[in-house]
């Protein structure tokens, strides 16, 4: 499985990841917070929206690294085991002693880390940017609540790739974008419904919450929270179980294909 991780990481090589990463490093420059700390930590509409909890909020670095990062691990993991099955190097590659299984979870890993590091360099540079400006930095409470914006990614990664285990590449990307989309559609529908009258929200919520819960809620992970507590322990445990859950049908997809076909068939 390593020998998968590593062929993964490789693609970091390439031009287009190597643009990517420029992308990245300037737009966490650009988004950087220039307002001092006490001002920026309650002027975040967004999480004041989404959230009525008292805690630390997201800042807008960690949207933007999010949102780089979810559509860099789209890309690679979508791609990756179409491409590598109709090359046929996953042959050569499942010729060495690994399943699989392990090589499923060596590309889910490789992506993690490649996604983990354009994250963290995106963060990083908004964060010493306002150090130049402004020389002061974040507490550690408020970092660490911009690095738990990174969960998401984990079971977008492991969606990704499970959907890419039936489809080819360009099907597969766009499959995941559309369910990425109603995912956050229908994150949105309660407050929404919350919204409207009592009259107008007492027919509608019953048909479109039968849909709600087909989708993972991303909103959960914007909310303010503190860094010890019940919501964050919740987090963990949507993020690992929604992670379990894509891979093991992944898993369960390539192990029943012959691959020596060139086709997932």
């Given at each position: 499985m390593n020998g998968v991780i590593h062929f993964t990481l490789i693609k970091l090589r390439e031009p287009a990841y190597m643009i990517m990463f420029s992308i990245a490093v300037l737009?966490?420059?650009?988004?950087?917070?220039t307002s001092p700390i006490q001002d920026e930590s309650s002027a975040s509409l967004w999480t004041q929206i989404i959230s009525s909890n008292s805690g630390y909020s997201v800042l807008p670095c960690s949207f933007?690294?999010?949102g780089i990062t979810a559509i860099i691990t789209i890309f690679t993991a979508s791609s990756e085991i179409p491409r590598e099955i109709d090359s046929g190097v996953i042959m050569l590659i499942l010729s060495k002693p690994?399943?699989?299984?392990?090589y499923l979870l060596g590309k889910f890993i490789g992506t993690i880390i490649i996604c983990l590091m354009i994250f963290l360099a995106t963060l990083l540079?908004?964060?010493l940017t306002r150090y130049i400006y402004l020389k002061e930095f974040y507490s550690p409470m408020i970092i660490m609540r911009q690095l738990y914006m990174f969960l998401p990614i984990i079971p977008l990664t492991a969606l990704s790739i499970t959907v890419s285990c039936?489809?080819?590449?360009?099907?597969?990307?766009?499959?995941?974008?559309?369910?990425?989309?109603?995912?956050?559609?229908f994150s949105i529908v309660p407050l929404a419904i919350a919204l409207l009258p009592k009259t107008l929200s007492a027919g509608v919520d019953a048909y479109i919450l039968v849909f709600y819960y087909f989708f993972p809620n991303f909103i959960y992970f914007f909310q303010n929270f503190q860094l010890a507590g019940v919501i964050l322990l919740s987090l963990l445990f949507y993020t690992i179980s929604l992670t379990i859950i894509f891979l093991t049908i992944g898993a369960n997809?390539?192990?029943?294909?012959?691959?020596?076909r060139g086709s997932m068939s």
């Amino acid at each position: 499985m390593n020998g998968v991780i590593h062929f993964t990481l490789i693609k970091l090589r390439e031009p287009a990841y190597m643009i990517m990463f420029s992308i990245a490093v300037l737009l966490g420059y650009v988004m950087t917070g220039t307002s001092p700390i006490q001002d920026e930590s309650s002027a975040s509409l967004w999480t004041q929206i989404i959230s009525s909890n008292s805690g630390y909020s997201v800042l807008p670095c960690s949207f933007v690294a999010l949102g780089i990062t979810a559509i860099i691990t789209i890309f690679t993991a979508s791609s990756e085991i179409p491409r590598e099955i109709d090359s046929g190097v996953i042959m050569l590659i499942l010729s060495k002693p690994i399943s699989k299984t392990e090589y499923l979870l060596g590309k889910f890993i490789g992506t993690i880390i490649i996604c983990l590091m354009i994250f963290l360099a995106t963060l990083l540079t908004s964060f010493l940017t306002r150090y130049i400006y402004l020389k002061e930095f974040y507490s550690p409470m408020i970092i660490m609540r911009q690095l738990y914006m990174f969960l998401p990614i984990i079971p977008l990664t492991a969606l990704s790739i499970t959907v890419s285990c039936f489809l080819s590449d360009i099907s597969a990307m766009i499959i995941v974008t559309i369910y990425i989309t109603f995912s956050i559609f229908f994150s949105i529908v309660p407050l929404a419904i919350a919204l409207l009258p009592k009259t107008l929200s007492a027919g509608v919520d019953a048909y479109i919450l039968v849909f709600y819960y087909f989708f993972p809620n991303f909103i959960y992970f914007f909310q303010n929270f503190q860094l010890a507590g019940v919501i964050l322990l919740s987090l963990l445990f949507y993020t690992i179980s929604l992670t379990i859950i894509f891979l093991t049908i992944g898993a369960n997809r390539i192990n029943s294909c012959d691959l020596t076909r060139g086709s997932m068939s």
